[in-house]
């Protein structure tokens, strides 16, 4: 199926009966009925045209407003679900630099959603009741100033406890380590190779998987003391950068792939790694892992409908969490393409051709469309319906 009608978010939120999310393949705020898995395409969000996609990483319900956090977008948008309106609150891009994508973590406490970056120069403190933004200075500015356009900060997961939150860097030897009461911000080094994209706290330990290699470190902040885990299994495809996240029961770690082929457990009484689950497609992803009470519902990029992932007696436990309706939705998002002129100017070549083909194929409502510009135009003449 083509990727247009897979439907990839990075986070979603749940209000009554519907999941609520920002598309990642192109620009539209879409809702999901569970109970019978279709689609409504809901609005464009404002300022970007149809063609737009990771705009938004993150997004929070708060009293029936939805706030999306920018990923490619330089704004933080706010859309009314009682009103169907939006609104849009501006970043300075002057500070927050050239490079994206900006955030792809957050944490929502109090009134305030702090934002941590990916290249993003500074974290951004937004104020759900008054609706300003802060941008916060701290040790990290240093850093920051002197990435660059492929320089990555923090990734997608961190580690709370009590009323501090430590995030590890990807591409530094260190843990940022932020207070949320006085929103000041340490960095402790340690003693690994290549950064971090996660970090789990277990047993008075942290438990970190490297950015780049294949290793798990054990860190004893007590001791100050660091166990190097690297014996993956031996057909264990690491991507450019391996895992997005990590979920935990009693004495085992599941290491959920950026991009690899495995779902990988760690043993953390014994040490032993070992390959929990085949992903089909050789080399994927995983979108978005978010816990709903007792269960963990994920998305993987060889996946067309979202799991639910339940781990009992140290098993991953696979479960449909919404059937989604695909023929529904395929209409339904091939009308919305052709409405808002997505082919108007696409690049021209086999493969974009038989997308194209395949939206005015699917496409219920074909006889509207008949005003397409740019080079979809003509072979848009050329089909009969």
Not at 16 to 25: D, S, T, V, Y
Not at 100 to 124: H, L
Request: glycine share 4%; net charge neutral.
């Amino acid at each position: 199926m083509s990727s247009l009608y897979i439907l990839r978010n990075e986070k979603y939120v749940e209000i009554r009966n519907e999941i609520w999310f920002a598309n990642l393949q192109f620009n539209a705020l879409v809702k999901i009925e569970k109970s019978s898995g279709k689609i409504r395409l809901m609005r464009k969000f404002p300022h970007y045209n149809i063609g737009y996609g990771w705009l938004y990483s993150m997004v929070y319900n708060v009293e029936n407003e939805l706030i999306f956090l920018p990923c490619y977008s330089d704004e933080i948008v706010l859309y009314n679900i009682d009103l169907d309106r939006f609104t849009s609150i501006a970043l300075d891009k002057n500070i927050l630099g050239d490079f994206k994508p900006y955030f792809g973590s957050a944490y929502y406490y109090g009134q305030y959603i702090y934002m941590f970056p990916v290249r993003a120069k500074k974290i951004v403190r937004y104020d759900v009741i008054k609706h300003s933004v802060k941008y916060l200075s701290s040790e990290l500015d240093f850093i920051l100033s002197k990435h660059t356009e492929e320089s990555v900060c923090f990734y997608k997961q961190f580690e709370i406890l009590k009323e501090e939150i430590y995030l590890p860097f990807a591409e530094l030897n260190a843990v940022a380590i932020f207070n949320l009461k006085d929103e000041r911000l340490n960095i402790k080094y340690l003693n690994i190779n290549g950064g971090c994209s996660t970090i789990n706290y277990v047993n008075e330990r942290f438990y970190l998987s490297s950015w780049s290699s294949c290793n798990i470190y054990c860190w004893n902040p007590k001791m100050d003391k660091i166990i190097l885990y690297s014996n993956f299994p031996d057909n264990f495809e690491p991507g450019d950068y391996l895992f997005s996240y990590v979920c935990m029961e009693k004495e085992k770690l599941f290491y959920f792939p950026h991009r690899s082929n495995a779902v990988i457990s760690f043993n953390i009484k014994n040490g032993e790694i070992l390959e929990e689950r085949k992903v089909n497609n050789g080399s994927v992803g995983t979108y978005y892992m978010q816990q709903e009470g007792n269960k963990i519902n994920i998305l993987m990029e060889d996946m067309e409908n979202p799991y639910t992932v339940n781990i009992e007696n140290g098993k991953l436990h696979w479960e449909l969490y919404i059937r989604l309706d695909n023929l529904y939705n395929k209409q339904q998002i091939s009308d919305y393409l052709l409405e808002h002129n997505y082919y108007e100017c696409f690049i021209e070549g086999k493969e974009s051709l038989d997308e194209y083909i395949d939206v005015l194929l699917n496409s219920k409502n074909i006889k509207k469309h008949k005003k397409i510009g740019g080079s979809g135009n003509l072979i848009f003449s050329k089909i009969r319906y």
